[in-house]
Protein backbone atom coordinates (compact mmCIF):
# COMPACT_ATOMS: atom_id res chain seq x y z
CA UNK A 1 0.00 0.00 0.00
CA UNK A 2 1.18 3.34 -1.02
CA UNK A 3 1.62 5.29 2.39
CA UNK A 4 -0.45 8.86 1.57
CA UNK A 5 1.66 10.90 3.69
CA UNK A 6 4.12 10.29 0.59
CA UNK A 7 2.56 13.51 -1.16
CA UNK A 8 3.74 15.89 1.58
CA UNK A 9 7.51 15.34 0.33
CA UNK A 10 6.59 17.39 -2.37
CA UNK A 11 3.71 19.58 -2.07
CA UNK A 12 1.27 20.09 -4.11
CA UNK A 13 -1.99 19.78 -1.78
CA UNK A 14 -3.75 23.09 -3.27
CA UNK A 15 -3.15 25.15 -6.30
CA UNK A 16 -0.20 27.22 -4.62
CA UNK A 17 2.06 23.42 -5.25
CA UNK A 18 4.83 24.96 -3.06
CA UNK A 19 6.74 21.80 -3.48
CA UNK A 20 8.21 21.62 -0.05
CA UNK A 21 9.52 18.57 1.71
CA UNK A 22 6.75 18.77 4.71
CA UNK A 23 8.06 15.53 6.12
CA UNK A 24 11.77 16.79 6.47
CA UNK A 25 10.37 20.54 8.54
CA UNK A 26 10.31 22.76 5.24
CA UNK A 27 7.03 24.60 4.97
CA UNK A 28 5.56 26.14 2.07
CA UNK A 29 2.76 29.42 2.53
CA UNK A 30 0.61 27.23 4.81
CA UNK A 31 3.31 27.11 7.30
CA UNK A 32 2.39 23.64 8.15
CA UNK A 33 4.54 20.58 7.91
CA UNK A 34 4.38 17.50 9.23
CA UNK A 35 2.00 17.83 11.99
CA UNK A 36 -1.79 18.13 12.55
CA UNK A 37 -2.20 21.09 14.42
CA UNK A 38 -5.85 21.88 15.92
CA UNK A 39 -6.90 25.12 17.65
CA UNK A 40 -10.23 23.73 18.51
CA UNK A 41 -12.68 21.34 18.90
CA UNK A 42 -16.71 20.93 20.11
CA UNK A 43 -20.05 21.02 18.86
CA UNK A 44 -21.11 24.63 16.90
CA UNK A 45 -24.32 25.38 16.69
CA UNK A 46 -23.44 28.23 13.10
CA UNK A 47 -23.83 26.01 10.98
CA UNK A 48 -26.99 25.98 8.42
CA UNK A 49 -29.87 24.11 9.86
CA UNK A 50 -28.83 20.49 8.19
CA UNK A 51 -25.54 20.82 9.63
CA UNK A 52 -25.67 22.23 12.94
CA UNK A 53 -29.45 20.20 13.52
CA UNK A 54 -30.15 20.57 16.79
CA UNK A 55 -27.50 18.53 18.66
CA UNK A 56 -24.68 20.57 16.93
CA UNK A 57 -21.78 19.97 14.04
CA UNK A 58 -18.20 18.47 15.52
CA UNK A 59 -16.50 21.15 14.47
CA UNK A 60 -12.64 20.27 14.03
CA UNK A 61 -11.17 23.56 13.32
CA UNK A 62 -7.74 23.11 11.70
CA UNK A 63 -4.70 25.53 12.25
CA UNK A 64 -3.55 27.66 9.13
CA UNK A 65 -5.10 28.04 5.69
CA UNK A 66 -3.81 28.80 1.66
CA UNK A 67 -5.49 32.02 1.91
CA UNK A 68 -5.15 35.24 3.88
CA UNK A 69 -8.33 36.84 4.13
CA UNK A 70 -8.06 40.44 5.21
CA UNK A 71 -11.47 40.25 7.03
CA UNK A 72 -11.23 36.77 8.03
CA UNK A 73 -13.09 36.28 11.37
CA UNK A 74 -11.00 33.12 11.99
CA UNK A 75 -8.08 35.00 11.68
CA UNK A 76 -6.57 34.38 14.82
CA UNK A 77 -5.90 30.57 13.77
CA UNK A 78 -6.08 30.50 10.18
CA UNK A 79 -3.48 33.57 9.94
CA UNK A 80 -0.88 31.48 12.68
CA UNK A 81 -0.07 27.92 13.79
CA UNK A 82 -1.46 28.08 16.58
CA UNK A 83 -3.43 24.98 19.13
CA UNK A 84 -2.29 21.39 20.10
CA UNK A 85 -0.53 18.80 17.87
CA UNK A 86 -2.42 15.58 17.41
CA UNK A 87 -1.67 12.33 15.30
CA UNK A 88 -3.53 10.59 13.15
CA UNK A 89 -4.44 8.56 16.21
CA UNK A 90 -5.50 11.05 18.17
CA UNK A 91 -7.81 12.64 15.40
CA UNK A 92 -9.65 9.66 14.71
CA UNK A 93 -10.06 9.14 18.42
CA UNK A 94 -11.62 13.23 18.48
CA UNK A 95 -14.13 12.03 15.49
CA UNK A 96 -15.40 9.15 18.13
CA UNK A 97 -15.60 11.68 20.92
CA UNK A 98 -17.60 14.13 18.79
CA UNK A 99 -19.73 11.59 17.88
CA UNK A 100 -20.81 10.24 21.36
CA UNK A 101 -20.99 14.10 22.60
CA UNK A 102 -23.89 13.65 20.38
CA UNK A 103 -23.40 15.84 17.07
CA UNK A 104 -24.85 15.35 13.86
CA UNK A 105 -21.47 15.17 11.67
CA UNK A 106 -17.67 15.55 11.82
CA UNK A 107 -17.00 18.97 10.32
CA UNK A 108 -13.35 19.47 9.49
CA UNK A 109 -12.86 23.28 8.82
CA UNK A 110 -9.71 24.73 6.59
CA UNK A 111 -8.75 20.94 6.06
CA UNK A 112 -6.37 21.29 3.27
CA UNK A 113 -3.37 21.08 4.18
CA UNK A 114 -4.04 18.06 6.58
CA UNK A 115 -5.60 16.76 3.69
CA UNK A 116 -3.71 13.24 3.61
CA UNK A 117 -3.94 12.78 7.81
CA UNK A 118 -7.15 13.37 7.46
CA UNK A 119 -7.58 10.76 4.69
CA UNK A 120 -5.86 8.37 7.39
CA UNK A 121 -8.15 9.31 9.95
CA UNK A 122 -11.47 8.95 8.33
CA UNK A 123 -10.90 5.44 6.34
CA UNK A 124 -9.46 4.27 10.16
CA UNK A 125 -13.20 5.72 11.43
CA UNK A 126 -15.05 4.64 8.81
CA UNK A 127 -13.19 1.09 9.40
CA UNK A 128 -14.24 0.96 13.02
CA UNK A 129 -17.81 1.66 12.47
CA UNK A 130 -18.28 5.80 13.01
CA UNK A 131 -22.14 6.27 11.63
CA UNK A 132 -22.19 10.02 11.22
CA UNK A 133 -20.76 11.81 8.31
CA UNK A 134 -17.99 14.16 7.15
CA UNK A 135 -18.40 17.36 5.93
CA UNK A 136 -15.30 18.83 4.05
CA UNK A 137 -15.52 22.55 5.08
CA UNK A 138 -13.36 24.51 2.72
CA UNK A 139 -12.58 28.19 0.90
CA UNK A 140 -12.79 25.64 -2.15
CA UNK A 141 -9.15 26.86 -2.95
CA UNK A 142 -8.74 23.20 -4.36
CA UNK A 143 -6.65 21.13 -6.39
CA UNK A 144 -9.11 18.61 -8.03
CA UNK A 145 -6.38 15.92 -7.49
CA UNK A 146 -6.15 16.33 -3.82
CA UNK A 147 -9.72 16.17 -3.63
CA UNK A 148 -9.83 12.80 -5.59
CA UNK A 149 -8.10 11.71 -2.77
CA UNK A 150 -11.51 12.23 -0.50
CA UNK A 151 -13.51 10.22 -2.89
CA UNK A 152 -15.29 8.11 -1.04
CA UNK A 153 -14.61 9.66 2.27
CA UNK A 154 -16.02 12.80 2.75
CA UNK A 155 -19.83 12.87 2.65
CA UNK A 156 -21.26 16.80 2.34
CA UNK A 157 -19.07 19.52 0.80
CA UNK A 158 -18.99 22.85 2.24
CA UNK A 159 -17.55 25.28 -0.06
CA UNK A 160 -17.23 29.11 0.25
CA UNK A 161 -17.10 30.03 -3.68
CA UNK A 162 -15.62 33.49 -2.66
CA UNK A 163 -14.61 35.63 -5.97
CA UNK A 164 -15.17 35.49 -9.28
CA UNK A 165 -12.57 38.00 -10.19
CA UNK A 166 -9.07 36.83 -10.32
CA UNK A 167 -7.62 40.25 -9.33
CA UNK A 168 -10.19 41.14 -6.20
CA UNK A 169 -9.21 37.44 -4.83
CA UNK A 170 -5.31 38.50 -5.42
CA UNK A 171 -6.25 41.42 -3.28
CA UNK A 172 -7.94 40.48 -0.50
CA UNK A 173 -7.11 36.80 0.02
CA UNK A 174 -3.90 37.24 -1.27
CA UNK A 175 -4.79 34.00 -4.13
CA UNK A 176 -1.67 34.61 -6.66
CA UNK A 177 -2.94 35.73 -10.17
CA UNK A 178 -1.75 32.57 -12.30
CA UNK A 179 -3.04 30.22 -9.44
CA UNK A 180 -6.52 31.86 -10.16
CA UNK A 181 -8.71 31.68 -7.28
CA UNK A 182 -11.97 31.19 -9.30
CA UNK A 183 -10.73 28.88 -12.15
CA UNK A 184 -9.65 26.31 -9.07
CA UNK A 185 -13.43 27.14 -7.21
CA UNK A 186 -14.98 25.95 -9.93
CA UNK A 187 -12.87 23.34 -10.68
CA UNK A 188 -12.79 21.85 -7.40
CA UNK A 189 -17.07 22.62 -7.02
CA UNK A 190 -17.42 20.45 -10.11
CA UNK A 191 -15.34 17.39 -8.56
CA UNK A 192 -17.52 17.71 -5.10
CA UNK A 193 -20.06 17.68 -7.16
CA UNK A 194 -19.17 14.77 -8.94
CA UNK A 195 -18.59 12.95 -5.78
CA UNK A 196 -21.16 13.38 -3.92
CA UNK A 197 -24.44 15.04 -5.68
CA UNK A 198 -26.75 17.74 -4.76
CA UNK A 199 -27.75 17.84 -0.72
CA UNK A 200 -29.75 14.84 0.88
CA UNK A 201 -31.30 15.61 3.84
CA UNK A 202 -33.39 13.18 5.81
CA UNK A 203 -35.11 13.47 9.09
CA UNK A 204 -33.62 17.54 8.28
CA UNK A 205 -30.08 17.02 8.70
CA UNK A 206 -27.75 16.56 6.00
CA UNK A 207 -26.31 13.17 4.60
CA UNK A 208 -24.72 13.43 1.71
CA UNK A 209 -23.94 16.13 -0.84
CA UNK A 210 -22.81 19.43 -2.01
CA UNK A 211 -23.64 23.01 0.20
CA UNK A 212 -22.11 26.00 -1.77
CA UNK A 213 -21.63 29.12 1.04
CA UNK A 214 -21.43 32.34 -0.62
CA UNK A 215 -20.11 35.23 2.02
CA UNK A 216 -21.84 38.43 0.34
CA UNK A 217 -19.45 41.71 0.64
CA UNK A 218 -20.08 44.94 0.42
CA UNK A 219 -20.10 46.93 -2.66
CA UNK A 220 -20.59 43.73 -4.92
CA UNK A 221 -16.72 42.99 -4.69
CA UNK A 222 -17.40 39.01 -4.68
CA UNK A 223 -18.78 39.15 -7.95
CA UNK A 224 -22.34 37.47 -6.42
CA UNK A 225 -24.35 37.44 -9.78
CA UNK A 226 -21.56 35.88 -11.65
CA UNK A 227 -21.27 33.17 -9.24
CA UNK A 228 -24.86 32.99 -8.83
CA UNK A 229 -25.44 32.55 -12.57
CA UNK A 230 -22.61 29.78 -12.69
CA UNK A 231 -24.16 27.70 -10.11
CA UNK A 232 -27.46 27.47 -12.00
CA UNK A 233 -25.96 27.05 -15.47
CA UNK A 234 -22.95 24.39 -13.91
CA UNK A 235 -24.35 22.60 -11.42
CA UNK A 236 -28.25 22.93 -11.73
CA UNK A 237 -30.92 24.63 -10.04
CA UNK A 238 -31.43 22.36 -7.25
CA UNK A 239 -28.27 22.98 -5.76
CA UNK A 240 -28.10 24.07 -2.06
CA UNK A 241 -26.88 27.95 -1.76
CA UNK A 242 -26.15 29.33 1.41
CA UNK A 243 -26.02 32.91 0.98
CA UNK A 244 -24.39 34.43 4.28
CA UNK A 245 -25.00 38.05 5.02
CA UNK A 246 -22.48 37.65 8.10
CA UNK A 247 -19.44 40.03 6.59
CA UNK A 248 -18.59 42.00 9.46
CA UNK A 249 -15.23 44.27 9.37
CA UNK A 250 -12.28 42.48 10.87
CA UNK A 251 -8.19 41.90 10.93
CA UNK A 252 -7.15 43.91 8.15
CA UNK A 253 -10.19 45.07 6.59
CA UNK A 254 -9.81 48.56 6.89
CA UNK A 255 -7.18 48.68 4.43
CA UNK A 256 -9.81 48.88 1.93
CA UNK A 257 -12.58 51.89 1.98
CA UNK A 258 -15.30 49.45 0.46
CA UNK A 259 -14.44 46.88 3.39
CA UNK A 260 -15.44 48.70 6.53
CA UNK A 261 -18.91 48.49 6.48
CA UNK A 262 -21.63 45.56 6.68
CA UNK A 263 -23.71 44.83 4.01
CA UNK A 264 -26.69 46.90 3.27
CA UNK A 265 -30.05 45.26 3.57
CA UNK A 266 -30.83 46.11 -0.10
CA UNK A 267 -27.96 44.83 -1.56
CA UNK A 268 -28.58 41.17 0.29
CA UNK A 269 -32.44 41.14 -0.54
CA UNK A 270 -31.39 41.69 -4.21
CA UNK A 271 -29.35 38.90 -4.19
CA UNK A 272 -32.04 36.75 -2.72
CA UNK A 273 -34.10 37.71 -5.78
CA UNK A 274 -31.43 36.72 -7.80
CA UNK A 275 -31.37 33.45 -6.79
CA UNK A 276 -34.95 33.28 -6.79
CA UNK A 277 -35.51 34.61 -10.39
CA UNK A 278 -32.58 32.10 -11.43
CA UNK A 279 -34.93 29.39 -10.39
CA UNK A 280 -32.52 28.66 -7.52
CA UNK A 281 -34.71 27.53 -4.31
CA UNK A 282 -32.53 25.30 -1.61
CA UNK A 283 -31.40 28.51 -0.25
CA UNK A 284 -30.33 29.48 2.96
CA UNK A 285 -30.51 33.04 4.18
CA UNK A 286 -29.24 35.08 7.07
CA UNK A 287 -30.41 38.00 9.16
CA UNK A 288 -28.10 41.10 8.80
CA UNK A 289 -27.67 41.46 12.24
CA UNK A 290 -26.40 38.34 12.97
CA UNK A 291 -22.80 39.33 11.86
CA UNK A 292 -21.15 40.38 15.19
CA UNK A 293 -22.87 37.54 17.26
CA UNK A 294 -20.86 34.84 14.91
CA UNK A 295 -17.61 36.19 15.30
CA UNK A 296 -15.67 33.87 17.58
CA UNK A 297 -12.68 34.59 19.46
CA UNK A 298 -10.26 31.27 19.62
CA UNK A 299 -8.08 33.47 22.66
CA UNK A 300 -11.53 31.71 25.08
CA UNK A 301 -11.99 28.19 25.74
CA UNK A 302 -15.10 28.23 24.06
CA UNK A 303 -14.56 30.69 20.75
CA UNK A 304 -18.25 30.77 20.09
CA UNK A 305 -20.19 30.80 23.22
CA UNK A 306 -22.13 33.55 22.32
CA UNK A 307 -22.89 32.82 19.20
CA UNK A 308 -26.26 32.73 17.56
CA UNK A 309 -27.87 29.67 17.00
CA UNK A 310 -30.22 31.27 14.44
CA UNK A 311 -29.42 30.74 10.59
Known amino acids: MIDPLRVLERCELCPRRCRVNRLKG ?5 GVGDEILIAHYGPHYGEEPPISGTKGSGNIFFSSCNLRCLFCQN ?3 SHERTGERFSVKELTEIFFRLEQAGCHNINLVSPTPYVPFIALA ?3 AKRQGIGIPFVYNTNAYENVETLRSLDGLVDVYLPDFKYWSPKIAAKLSDAPLGHDYP ?6 IIEMHQQ ?3 LA ?3 GLATKGLLIRHLVLPGGLAGSEKIIGWVRDALGPDTYISLMSQYYPLHEADAYPLLTRKVRQDEYDRLVALLLDNGLENVFIQELDSAPLLVP ?3 RPEPFRAESRER
Open 26 to 30: ERGYC
Open 75 to 77: YQI
Open 122 to 124: VSE
Open 183 to 188: DCARLS
Open 196 to 198: VGS
Open 201 to 203: IQD
Open 297 to 299: DFQ
